[in-house]
């Protein structure tokens, strides 16, 4: 089960990665995006999924490396690292506080 779920947040993260990159690029910086949706959607799986959803976004940025850009395999590395820290360090934070996800309330 955590394997197809890995695979279809990945195919989701890879989407909008690209999907962001296509609609609000920055000029000069080719598949880099200046409203990169899916870090959110990075923040949310590694929460929900913990290593998994952290790999998810990891790998989402490498099919997004994968896309024409000009870029260095060492930039695309840096990138990679940064996206899964991105999701891994709040699925820590979430452990350590040893809070559900899916029994959090809002408070109101």
């Known amino acids: ?59 989402s940025c490498f099919f997004l490396g994968l896309y024409p850009g000009g870029y260095s395999v060492i930039q695309f590395l840096i990138w990679w690292i940064a996206d899964f820290i991105e999701a891994f360090v709040p699925a820590l934070i979430y452990r350590a506080m040893r809070v559900d996800p899916r029994e959090a309330r809002c408070g109101c």
Request: with cysteine; glycine share 10%.
């Open 1 to 59: 089960m955590h394997i197809v779920t890995f695979a279809f947040a990945t195919a989701i993260s890879c989407v909008l990665a690209v999907v962001s990159s296509l609609i609000f690029p920055v000029l000069g910086a080719p598949g880099v995006s200046a409203l990169y949706v899916t870090s959110a959607v990075y923040v949310s799986l590694g929460v929900w999924m913990g290593l998994w959803g952290a790999l998810a976004g990891y790998l």
